[in-house]
């Protein structure tokens, strides 16, 4: 089995950072796409960062200029560093990745982290 652990949520006064981290771990024989999404209770899941296995990224407008997504191939894990956060910015904080396994080495699957906790407030 794959599956995706978050870590590094936490509650951070405004102006603050937070550095997030997202681990894949099981059965990988491939590692594609990674990256992160947010979401408050009742609204759409929206795009921070992705990036490719390349480390080619890309940044939802919110996170331009603020945030940074980084990975390490070696480790399968993916980063998410946030500086200058804003109220605006609380949200859960949810871990995508792209994987193919074992199990199924001519397709990829989609997976979903269980999401981080980020509170930004005085």
């Known amino acids: 089995q794959v599956q995706l652990v978050e870590s590094g949520g936490g509650l951070v006064q405004p102006g603050g950072s937070l550095r997030l981290s997202c681990a894949a771990s099981g059965n990988i024989f491939r590692v594609n796409a990674m990256g992160w999404y947010r979401q408050t209770p009742g609204k759409q899941r929206e795009l921070v960062a992705t990036i490719t296995s390349g480390a080619s990224a890309n940044y939802g407008d919110a996170a331009k200029g603020r945030f940074t997504v980084s990975r390490d191939n070696a480790k399968n894990t993916v980063y998410l560093q946030m500086n200058n956060l804003k109220p605006e910015d609380t949200a859960v904080y949810y871990c995508?990745?792209?994987?193919?396994?074992?199990?199924?080495?001519?397709?990829?699957?989609?997976?979903w982290g269980q999401g981080t906790q980020v509170t930004v407030s005085s």
């Open positions: 995508h990745a792209t994987i193919m396994d074992y199990s199924a080495r001519s397709y990829y699957k989609q997976y």
